[in-house]
């Protein structure tokens, strides 16, 4: 690579390390040079000047990785050190997923179940998807984030009854929110239609306001109608919603769920890969076999074992089973839920050989799906990628090292149009991860579920180092992303 200039001055030099690009391109050693906010020069910058220097020896250098699956709608706002990202090697979350969003939502009413993940009324304050927005921008946090409006926040927004089909003035209220929400820095349109609230909603009725974000350029994220006995026929709807809507889709959170469905992943990727003919098709998944959300006890059944993450009422349950519960209380399965409500849990629904064939799927981008309000949150929110770096792809080879950075950088960046940002490249945004191949291991587990990785060296954000020392540096340089196609 050419030299710098003579008498260049950069801000950072990241020096010594052993660059893996994002690309699935075998690593590099490397040095990394950064002007303001962007890479400015890559070489040997052992000579060059610089404000500061960061040696790398040993280390891994990649680009800051993208959570493809977040809550973390309000977290941005309420906790901006983003902690339980940064401290994994995060540096940009999408958020607004499983038609879950803070905007556009009445200050007057309470949100339902499962809006309430984000807060309460205090938090669904924003009348417009700009006026989110707009905070956003005025408090930054140490993350970017790339926004989703959600269908069942539109439908909790306008409907007075969401447990059923919305009206022709209803879904024209939601078309306009929708375009709305677009034109003021939604990235696409999230669909939660296994969740109560948005169950009733026929696929038409996803189409129209698919079509509005389709308009914008933006796409369509979707936790499924169902993950289990009916995941072939969801994966079906999915592929028609973005057919008929001409936008590209993504499957968010891939399983198949229930000790029937288990096996089931190689039906669904086959139909999958088959439908990239069709339409751009892509899909996400954490690196765990349980998954979390509300309490609902039409979901209990399906699950070898549940824990309570929080509960309203009783507080004092969080963290513990629900058979446990039920036996304290002297009540059935189905009492201790309703007694317990409104709560959320975790549910251990999943095979390790469906997992590990959803994440070795060659276009699979590795999404968190953390819950960042939760009392006892699912171990995802902290030790996600941790765990695909090192339990799955150093410790049980699943995939090389290239492999698993490339489905946290650049896919993401490429599926969700994040211009200039998942691969290493000059005139890129600096926005990069730095660590220990040998040591990065995810440290949270479901008992004791908030506790930072091991192994993650320095986080930088916008040319801003925000992660070193194992504690947040203090710096905001997250910014509110656009979508770029």
């Known amino acids: 690579m050419p030299e710098p200039p003579p008498n260049t001055r950069y801000d950072l030099v990241i020096g010594g390390g052993t660059v893996i690009d994002g690309t699935g391109a075998p690593r590099t050693r490397v040095d990394i040079a950064i002007a303001r906010e962007r890479i400015a020069a890559i070489g040997d910058l052992s000579a060059a000047h610089a404000d500061e220097r960061i040696d790398a020896s ?86 970017n984030i790339a926004p989703q409006v959600g269908h069942t926040t539109l439908r909790a927004a306008v409907m007075d009854d969401v447990f059923r089909p919305a009206s022709p003035v209803e879904i024209g209220r939601m078309a306009e929110l929708v375009d709305e929400a677009m034109a003021a820095g939604a990235i696409g349109l999230s669909t939660g239609l296994f969740y109560p609230p948005a169950q009733a909603a026929p696929t038409e009725e996803v189409v129209v306001l698919a079509r509005r974000a389709a308009a914008a350029r933006g796409l369509h994220t979707t936790h499924m109608r169902d993950e289990g006995a009916k995941v072939i026929e969801s994966i079906r709807e999915s592929v028609a919603i ?69 509960s309203k009422p009783h507080p004092e349950m969080n963290g513990r089973d629900l058979t446990e519960i039920a036996r304290r209380w002297n009540c059935s399965i189905e009492q201790a839920v309703e007694r317990l409500q409104p709560a959320g849990a975790i549910y251990w629904q999943m095979d390790e050989a469906d997992l590990r064939r959803i994440l070795s799927w060659a276009d699979s981008m590795i999404g968190s799906d953390g819950l960042p309000h939760d009392e006892v949150p699912h171990p995802r929110l902290w030790g996600t990628f941790p765990r695909v770096l090192g339990h799955y792809a150093r410790d049980q080879r699943l995939f090389g090292l290239e492999q698993a950075v490339r489905k946290m950088t650049s896919i993401a960046a490429r599926v969700f149009g994040l211009a200039g940002r998942g691969s290493i490249a000059v005139g890129n945004f600096a926005d990069l991860t730095i660590f220990d191949a040998a040591t990065i291991k995810d440290r949270a587990t479901f008992e004791s579920p908030k506790q930072a990785a091991a192994g993650v060296d320095h986080v930088i954000v916008g040319g801003q180092i925000v992660w070193r020392n194992g504690q947040w540096t203090g710096a905001k340089p997250g910014r509110v992303l656009a979508r770029v196609v």
């Not at 994994?88 to 803070?102: D, F, I, K, R």
């Not at 399983?255 to 996400?284: F, M, V, Y």
């Open 58 to 143: 040993g280390l891994i250098v990649a680009p800051g990785f993208i959570d493809a699956h977040t809550h973390d709608d309000r977290a941005v706002l309420s906790g901006p050190d983003m902690t339980p990202k940064i401290s994994q090697g995060v540096t940009t979350v999408v958020a607004g997923n499983c038609g879950v969003s803070l905007a556009p939502f009445p200050a007057d009413r309470d949100p339902p179940p499962p809006l309430n993940l984000l807060g309460g009324r205090d938090w669904y304050r924003f009348r417009s998807f700009a006026e989110y927005v707009t905070a956003l921008r005025a408090a930054p946090s140490a993350v």
């Open 242 to 310: 973005g057919q008929q809507a001409k936008l590209p889709v993504v499957i968010s959170h891939h399983k198949c769920t229930g000790r029937p469905n288990w096996g089931r992943s190689t039906e669904t990727l086959a139909l999958i890969e088959l439908s990239h003919a069709q339409l751009p098709l892509d899909i996400d998944v954490y690196p765990y076999v349980a998954s979390s959300t509300v309490l609902l006890a039409n979901r209990v059944g399906d699950a070898e074992r549940v824990m309570v993450t929080w």
